[in-house]
């Protein structure tokens, strides 16, 4: 199961990307409505959006999931895409009854055509998430494929549109072929899901604040947001809300009560808990993370501060979270967002919601029950809280600021210990060669709200919403060599250690992509422990010369070496 998580995760950071551009596409639908501006351009560019989420899906997904990130990946997606929604269309058969009122040969094909799109409208998001995630592996698969001269020009990332349209044509038969089959399994799942009433939605709910550790709560929320449900050809409970389904927005309203009183209360709660002396260090931190959930929903940095210290605290709030959804159900309340549940997303969606007043009784009905829980639990098991630790200050300040992306590096364990980095909305996802050098002390100081070891070699930073934004920086500063001593340091101890030590070494020198190395004894190095490094591979010649091969940025690795 573990192993199984860990593929996941790489697509739950995926799905982010393409899930980015809803809130302007909420904004602009729902301002240019007769209701607010009245301006219908404005209202068609927010619909183009969400009429072709499963194309910005394909790409998304593709570009998140391939190496560096590379756009071939994106535009990969999209020609899979394309092949397997137009390819599908073709393949689908038209009920007969559909064209039996036209007598015109025209009027015929017209309505056929017209099925044919509303029913793979449908299907759009799934082909879309199954057509970038092809395009990504695929990417990565054949992204240096070398083929004969003569067709040199179609070798490396110019392969992979071309094959990727070729894989389309599978999902093609997969969607043409498999409608009638596919189609009455939505249907199902989204009865069912229906029919469990508040049950399904307590369930999702919990779950939801549950899988946030793993990153796979995105792909949960595509099936509700995205595919369950269907009104008028629109699928999926975020979709159906701005189309204006009056029953849509079951699977959205019960986060606002949560995230805008719920954990404000708890950073309230936590912040009368702290010790007298450290409550004004800890007080703005609170203060800061309060406000952010209330006006944007953004919650992670909260949860990150309690969910190691006490999982028990934290399933009360996950099951918190499924009762809300079963109060906000039973109420009658729909409501939606376009980024997360906070009041810029509430006021924005007022006039599409069914009940909306009704959050603010809930809300501080549950400000009072997270105030009173997190009290509670805090003081009777003496949880160490921001404001309660013994050793530790966590008055962090912002890890793009006085440390530096350069402090970040020196805290993963060095420059050569980092080996891939992205973001997600409130994350760093890191992958590294050894997980262990990471220092999560450090890493708090910088400004780190929680660390997560999802296995292997990844590693996550909460950070909040700054999160892309340290991410750019920390590239760059590898790309330039602008990290702390300490971490060339850190870094130069652990190649030496590798090498046989600091005795063992002769001499030391860049050469292109590798390191050149003559070891007083060969049988010293240990050629583990340098592929943990990152080493891409180790060559032995006469004379006791030792090859490391590292790639494009071997001379990261001898910023601090003291041999040459």
Same mark, same amino acid.
């Given at each position: 199961?573990?192993?199984?998580?860990?593929?996941?995760?790489?697509?739950?950071?995926?799905?982010?990307?393409?899930?980015?551009?809803?809130?302007?596409?909420?904004?602009?639908?729902?301002?240019?409505?007769p209701?607010?501006?009245? +301006?219908?351009?404005?209202?068609?560019?927010?619909? @183009?959006?969400?009429?072709?989420?499963?194309?910005?899906f394909?790409?998304?997904?593709?570009?998140?999931?391939?190496?560096?990130?590379h756009?071939a990946?994106g535009l990969?997606?999209?020609?899979? &895409?394309?092949v397997?929604?137009?390819?599908?269309? @073709?393949?689908?058969?038209?009920?007969?009854?559909?064209?039996?009122?036209?007598?015109?040969?025209?009027?015929?094909d017209?309505?056929?055509?017209?099925?044919?799109?509303?029913?793979?409208?449908?299907?759009?998001?799934?082909?879309?998430v #199954?057509?970038?995630?092809?395009?990504?592996?695929?990417?990565?698969? /054949?992204?240096?494929?070398?083929?004969?001269?003569?067709?040199?020009?179609?070798?490396?990332?110019?392969?992979?549109?071309?094959?990727?349209?070729?894989?389309?044509?599978?999902?093609?038969?997969?969607?043409?072929?498999?409608?009638?089959?596919?189609?009455?399994? +939505?249907?199902?799942?989204?009865?069912?899901?229906?029919?469990?009433?508040?049950?399904?939605? &307590?369930?999702?709910?919990?779950?939801?604040?549950?899988?946030?550790?793993?990153?796979?709560?995105?792909?949960?929320?595509?099936?509700?947001? =995205? +595919?369950?449900?269907? %009104?008028?050809?629109?699928?999926?409970?975020?979709?159906r809300?701005?189309a204006?389904?009056?029953?849509?927005?079951?699977?959205?309203?019960? %986060?606002?009560?949560?995230?805008? &009183?719920?954990?404000?209360?708890?950073?309230?709660?936590?912040?009368?808990?702290?010790?007298p002396?450290?409550?004004?260090?800890?007080?703005?931190?609170?203060?800061?993370?309060?406000?952010?959930? =209330?006006?944007?929903?953004?919650?992670?940095?909260?949860?990150?501060? /309690?969910? /190691?210290?006490?999982?028990?605290?934290?399933?009360v709030? @996950?099951?918190?979270?499924g009762?809300?959804?079963?109060?906000?159900?039973?109420?009658?309340?729909?409501?939606?967002?376009?980024?997360?549940?906070?009041?810029?997303?509430?006021?924005?969606?007022?006039?599409?919601?069914?009940?909306?007043?009704?959050?603010?009784?809930?809300?501080?009905?549950?400000?009072?029950?997270?105030?009173?829980?997190?009290? %509670?639990?805090?003081?009777?098991?003496?949880?160490?809280?921001?404001?309660?630790? +013994?050793?530790?200050?966590?008055?962090?300040?912002?890890?793009?600021?006085?440390?530096?992306?350069?402090?970040?590096?020196?805290?993963?364990?060095?420059?050569?210990?980092?080996?891939?980095?992205?973001?997600?909305?409130?994350?760093?996802?890191?992958?590294?060669?050894?997980?262990?050098?990471?220092?999560?002390?450090?890493?708090?100081?910088?400004?780190?709200?929680?660390?997560?070891?999802?296995?292997?070699?990844?590693?996550?930073?909460?950070?909040?919403?700054?999160?892309?934004?340290?991410?750019?920086?920390?590239?760059?500063?590898?790309?330039?060599?602008?990290?702390?001593?300490?971490?060339?340091?850190?870094?130069?101890?652990?190649?030496?250690?590798?090498l046989?030590?600091?005795?063992?070494?002769?001499? #030391?020198?860049?050469?292109?992509?590798? #390191?050149?190395?003559?070891?007083?004894?060969?049988?010293?190095?240990?050629?583990?422990?340098?592929?943990?490094?990152?080493?891409?591979?180790?060559?032995?010649?006469?004379?006791?010369?030792?090859?490391?091969?590292?790639?494009?940025?071997?001379?990261?690795?001898?910023?601090?070496?003291?041999?040459?």
């Amino acid at each position: 199961m573990k192993l199984r998580i860990d593929r996941l995760q790489p697509l739950g950071r995926a799905l982010m990307l393409p899930i980015a551009v809803l809130p302007a596409a909420g904004m602009l639908l729902r301002l240019g409505q007769p209701d607010l501006l009245d +301006i219908a351009f404005i209202a068609a560019a927010g619909d @183009a959006i969400f009429a072709h989420l499963g194309l910005l899906f394909a790409i998304g997904i593709a570009v998140g999931l391939a190496r560096e990130n590379h756009g071939a990946a994106g535009l990969a997606g999209a020609v899979g &895409f394309l092949v397997t929604i137009e390819g599908a269309k @073709a393949l689908l058969a038209v009920p007969p009854e559909t064209v039996a009122a036209f007598t015109d040969q025209a009027a015929r094909d017209l309505a056929a055509a017209a099925y044919k799109s509303q029913q793979m409208a449908k299907l759009s998001v799934p082909a879309g998430v #199954l057509s970038g995630v092809a395009a990504g592996m695929l990417y990565n698969r /054949f992204a240096n494929v070398r083929l004969p001269e003569y067709l040199a020009f179609f070798a490396g990332r110019r392969f992979v549109p071309i094959v990727a349209g070729c894989a389309g044509l599978f999902g093609a038969l997969l969607f043409g072929l498999g409608f009638p089959w596919i189609e009455p399994g +939505i249907d199902a799942l989204s009865r069912s899901v229906v029919n469990a009433g508040g049950f399904g939605l &307590f369930v999702y709910g919990t779950l939801n604040r549950l899988l946030i550790i793993t990153g796979l709560h995105h792909i949960l929320n595509n099936i509700a947001w =995205f +595919i369950i449900g269907d %009104f008028n050809g629109v699928t999926g409970d975020l979709k159906r809300y701005y189309a204006g389904d009056p029953t849509a927005g079951a699977f959205m309203a019960g %986060f606002f009560p949560v995230m805008m &009183f719920g954990l404000p209360a708890a950073c309230l709660a936590m912040y009368r808990s702290a010790r007298p002396e450290r409550r004004k260090a800890v007080g703005g931190m609170l203060a800061s993370l309060a406000l952010t959930a =209330f006006l944007t929903g953004i919650t992670e940095p909260i949860e990150f501060t /309690f969910m /190691f210290l006490a999982p028990a605290l934290y399933a009360v709030h @996950a099951v918190l979270t499924g009762l809300s959804m079963v109060v906000m159900d039973a109420l009658g309340v729909k409501l939606g967002f376009g980024f997360s549940a906070g009041l810029f997303d509430y006021v924005l969606g007022y006039g599409l919601s069914a009940r909306p007043l009704l959050l603010i009784p809930v809300g501080l009905a549950y400000s009072a029950v997270y105030y009173a829980t997190f009290r %509670f639990c805090i003081v009777r098991f003496n949880l160490r809280t921001p404001g309660r630790e +013994i050793e530790e200050s966590v008055a962090a300040t912002p890890a793009a600021g006085a440390g530096g992306a350069g402090g970040l590096v020196g805290a993963l364990g060095g420059a050569a210990n980092i080996l891939r980095v992205d973001a997600c909305m409130t994350r760093l996802r890191l992958e590294l060669a050894d997980p262990n050098l990471a220092d999560e002390a450090a890493l708090r100081a910088l400004g780190a709200k929680g660390v997560v070891r999802p296995g292997g070699g990844a590693l996550q930073v909460v950070l909040g919403p700054i999160a892309d934004q340290v991410a750019g920086e920390l590239r760059q500063a590898l790309r330039d060599g602008d990290t702390a001593g300490s971490s060339d340091a850190g870094a130069t101890r652990r190649l030496y250690a590798a090498l046989g030590g600091e005795d063992n070494v002769r001499s #030391l020198q860049v050469r292109a992509n590798r #390191l050149l190395v003559a070891l007083r004894s060969t049988d010293a190095a240990d050629e583990a422990a340098l592929r943990a490094l990152g080493a891409r591979g180790v060559a032995h010649s006469t004379g006791g010369l030792l090859h490391v091969i590292l790639g494009p940025d071997a001379a990261r690795w001898t910023g601090g070496l003291a041999k040459a």
